[in-house]
């Protein structure tokens, strides 16, 4: 298993009038190598959660594992080096954290401040920057040269160059246009694909029904809901309850089943929604 929370609270601003909580007894497991979905409205501990899974932040009180490391509230700043170089954490606008003269020493940064050589952290460089969708003449640039959207890539590029086994992206698609963003998520799903652990916070419900498959639902810094995304959309009570948005396809496939389609489970997306209404007009073309 990959991560696991064990009654984890964390609070803000702790013994001062400013005192937050965070989160509120939060406990699950997320098993290695699947694609996590976080979820919740504004202000419910989604990045508060994520920046405890590389020890940014300590919980205050409960357990954490993260790939085999122990994180609690006295975890030495020490320790955390072998934690940080298996979690990447991409923050939200990571293009505000970009500081060095050009593209490629940007994304050489955290591969040489995991130890690997300089040749290696190279490679790796050059690799992810092509990977991101970033041409070779942009390497020599100074990252302030470039639009919001390609200055985006290269800070996504600088943590997926050390490989880290657990990706973690905070809203990574956000104020990319819709092109820009389905090539990010297919990078982030071969990512998954190839065996590490991918884990999104994300208010977009099209894009968790396409790739996620598990979710985390927080509220208020209470995990409300941990299961597939499947089964969360196909409780429509339960998503309007809390004030979610509908998938488009699980949309679609209300109104499909009200014109007689039938459908032994929600497909979720596009393709397995195609495929099933193919199969139902091929049975009715068949009657
Ligand atoms: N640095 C901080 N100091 C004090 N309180 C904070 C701090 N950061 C977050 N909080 C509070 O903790 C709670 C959770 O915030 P968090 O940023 O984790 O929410 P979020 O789900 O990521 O929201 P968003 O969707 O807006 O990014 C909120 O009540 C917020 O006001
Ligand atoms: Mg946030």
Redesign the pocket.
Known sequence: MSIEFKNVD?V??SGTP?Q????IDISFKIEKGSFVA?A????????????HFDGLLLPSKGEITVAGEQINANTSSKSLKAIRKKVGLVF?FPENQLFEETVLKDVMFGPLNFGFSEQKAKEQAVEWIKKVGLSEDMMDKSPFELSGGQMRRVAIAGVMAYEPEILCL??PAAGLDPEGQKQMFEIFKDYQRAGHTVIL?S?NMDDISEYADDMLV?E??HLIKHACPQEIFSDQEWVKKHYLDEPATSRLTRELQKGGFQFSEMPLTIESLVSKVANELKKKGAN
């Open positions: 964390y803000y601003a400013f937050t909580q965070g989160l976080i919740g409205h504004t202000g419910s501990g989604k990045s508060t959660l994520m920046q939200q905070d809203e916070i208010h927080l208020h810094g």
